[in-house]
């Protein structure tokens, strides 16, 4: 049965509180507040008792599907079991209860933090400074590319275009066009890397610079890094690396050792600030010493054993989010840095490497792998095979649901047909990446054996398919009416 919306459990009258009656002479409301705004028809709020509420939210939980509940093989992602602790840490008094308008003396534990903070992913991208700013990888991906902007203002010509490969994430086009550059696709060639030929046919002094994500969207790690970083240097460009499949390589290899100039860091993937849902992310951007000086204020700096907050950056691109950024999300960053350690990250990202090759190997004989370098944290499959009996790749993501999973990432990166991207994350064990390659391997099975089930799919879940085009092109229609 369909959960209905609380408002449609509301009854006249019904409440969740009783409180204590007034010991305290009634004040007019018009004496505190304005006039023109006292609401003259009352709230429309749903009124319910205090145990539909509870029973109501309860019954949305457990229809969610989270990573607390199970696997979440979703690509690109990263969705990588949050560790408790984080919550602990972030909801300590000292964390929660603070006021970003609090005075600097007031706040020294805070700064200290970020300012620890930044300087291990400094550290970690082998970087020179760090903001910690952006609200998302996306935001990132924009103050970096502004960065960029401002070098070359700085050297007097701001050039035209940046370069992206043909296998980005779409976010990276768009970051380069909302900062009023030309976005230039670059090929890439049969084993799923960077096509040279082709970069260099685009290479020339309009190119302001080039995004690259490094392992790329395929798993499959750039080789030619330093050649390209080269290239487009020579030309003048500025090299940025999309930080978010970082899972792959942090305490392995460093953005900064291969040539980039500014990364941007996914906290929420790499360094497990719960995400999804549209929670509030974190994208802090590493960068040498060429962007330095153009890195959003204020920066947190230290003066002898005091930390204080610099706004005096004459070349600075400005804010780009109020006060700090996402504060939580920089004390569950911390927390979950501090307590694996060097080793501990390096074996997260390697246990990340291995299990994501463990269940490519179970699944590559029943799906085609089109690119067939060994990737590193994550892969992608094409269902090539599977749309010749009639069966889609959405289908096949739909009929994983009914296996108890979220699905993979479906249709990207474009470059591949059919796409299945899969990342398993470090976190999971043997047994759980077994049962999900077998739930895979049985759906295969079905697309022979009973196509029209597996089109129909899912058949468990809360709702089936959903029109989604119409939902986004209909947002309202949940209310009134
Ligand atoms: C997730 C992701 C982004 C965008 O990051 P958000 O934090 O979701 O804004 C950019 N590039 C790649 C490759 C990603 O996987």
């Known amino acids: 049965m369909p959960e209905k ?55 949305l939980s457990t229809m969610n599907y989270h990573i607390d509940k199970g696997f979440y093989p979703l690509g690109s992602c990263t969705m990588k079991y949050n560790p408790k602790v984080n919550e602990k840490t972030s909801a300590m008094p000292g964390s929660a209860d603070i006021h970003p308008l609090e005075p600097q003396e007031a706040i020294q534990g805070a700064l200290e933090l970020m300012y620890n903070l930044a300087d291990m992913l400094r550290e970690i991208a082998g970087m020179t400074a760090v903001s910690l700013q952006p609200a998302a990888g996306a935001q990132g991906e924009l103050t970096g590319i502004m960065l960029i902007r401002k070098y070359h203002e700085s050297k007097g010509k701001v050039r035209s275009k940046i370069l992206v490969p043909d296998s980005a994430h779409g ?97 929420h993937k790499t360094f497990s600030t719960p995400h999804g849902g549209g929670g509030p992310g974190s994208g802090p951007v590493a960068v040498n010493d060429k962007l330095k000086d153009f890195l959003p204020v204020p920066v947190v700096e230290k003066k002898g054993d005091k930390f ?46 291995i299990n994501a090759n463990y269940l490519l190997s179970r699944l590559r004989g029943a799906f085609i792998l089109p690119y067939k370098a060994r990737p590193m944290h994550e892969f992608v499959l094409s269902a090539d095979k599977q749309k010749e009996r009639g069966v889609k790749t959405l289908d096949i993501a739909k009929r994983i649901l009914d296996y108890g999973y979220h699905a993979p990432t479906v249709y990207f990166p474009l470059i591949v047909h059919e796409a299945l991207m899969i990342e398993p994350t470090e ?13 895979l391997l049985k759906i295969d099975e079905e697309t022979k054996s009973m196509p029209d089930v597996v089109r129909s799919a899912p058949s468990t879940s809360p709702v089936r398919r959903l029109d989604d085009a119409h939902a986004a092109r209909n947002v309202n229609v949940c209310f009134k009416e």
């Open 171 to 267: 976010t990276n086009p768009a970051s380069v066009a909302i900062s009023g550059y030309r976005a230039v696709s670059i090929k890439s060639n049969e084993n799923g890397t960077v096509d040279l030929e082709d970069l260099k046919q685009h290479l020339d002094d309009e190119v302001a610079g080039m995004m690259l994500t490094n392992p790329n969207t395929l798993g499959i790690f750039e080789t030619d890094i330093v050649k390209i970083c080269k290239m487009v240097h020579d030309v003048g460009g500025l090299m940025y690396m999309d930080g978010a499949n970082l899972n792959a390589i942090v305490g392995l290899v460093r953005p900064g050792d291969m040539g980039f100039d500014v990364v941007h860091i996914n906290l």
């Open 5 to 59: 919306l609380i408002f449609e459990l509301s009854r006249n009258g019904r409440k969740g509180y009783t409180l204590p009656s007034n010991d305290v002479p009634a004040s007019s409301e018009s004496n505190s507040i304005p006039v023109k705004l006292i609401r003259r028809v009352p709230a429309e709020l749903p009124e319910v008792s205090e145990n539909e509420v509870v029973r109501h939210f309860v019954r």
């Open 308 to 353: 204080v907050l610099d706004f005096t950056k004459p070349n600075s691109i400005g804010k780009i989010h109020s006060f700090f950024g996402n504060f939580g999300m920089l004390v569950r960053a911390y927390t979950y840095i501090l307590s694996h350690g060097p080793d501990g990250l390096r074996g997260n990202s390697t246990n990340a490497v």
């Open 427 to 439: 976190t999971e064990t043997r047994e759980t990446l077994d049962a999900f390659a077998d739930a």
